[in-house]
């Protein structure tokens, strides 16, 4: 598995080795050693899984009480997934990353505790799948607006076509927002 650091410190993206043939493919989501080599966790308490159709943009998402580290992937289609650094004191505060994962690419991203996640469908149907490091928190759930102005995330798509929920379309701004 290959590990690239993204302008993020602590955001990785990890690509694994695929293997194709007339088949189809094979490739490795998760080994121990390897990702305890790299320095995430060895230790999951959940595993998520959901499917949106192209334009559904979900987040951006974060748990002030319970933070959790994710490792995401997506299993078919393509998303463009990003992560924003809400560590009030670090050098990349209110920075963030955008990714592009695809079932084709089988590349995962690494959102460490103290980031925001969010993701925006591009394909027709995308099934994202997701580890987490602690259990979900109602209580501790916090949304910041996906398109708040001030992240200037590059998201390739206009207010008006995004499918975003009621929760969502409520986010507050990051400048309003509880982070960490």
């Known amino acids: 598995m290959k590990i690239t650091e993204t302008s993020l410190p602590g955001v990785l993206v990890l690509t694994p080795s ?3 043939d007339d088949r189809g493919a094979f490739c490795e989501t998760y080994n121990r050693r390897a990702m305890a080599e790299a320095g995430l966790p060895e230790l999951w308490v959940q595993d998520n899984f959901s499917v949106s159709r192209k334009n559904v943009v979900r987040g951006i998402h974060y748990q002030i009480i319970q933070p959790q580290g ?15 650094d809400l560590r009030r004191n670090s050098p ?3 920075k963030h990353v955008v990714v592009e994962l695809s079932g084709k690419n089988g590349e ?7 980031f925001g996640h969010a993701f925006l469908a591009l394909t ?30 590059p998201w390739p798509i206009s207010p008006g076509d995004a499918i975003v929920s009621g929760k969502d379309r409520l986010g507050t701004l990051l ?6």
């Open 18 to 20: 695929i293997y194709r």
């Open 70 to 84: 994710k490792l995401v992937r997506v299993t078919h289609g393509a998303v463009l997934d990003v992560a924003v």
């Open 92 to 94: 990349t505060f209110a």
């Open 108 to 114: 995962m991203l690494w959102i460490p505790e103290g």
């Open 124 to 153: 027709e149907n995308a099934g994202f799948a997701y580890k987490v490091t602690d259990y979900y928190c109602s209580a501790g759930e916090r949304t910041i607006l996906w398109n708040d102005p001030d992240l200037e995330i």
């Open 175 to 180: 400048r309003d927002a509880e982070i960490f």
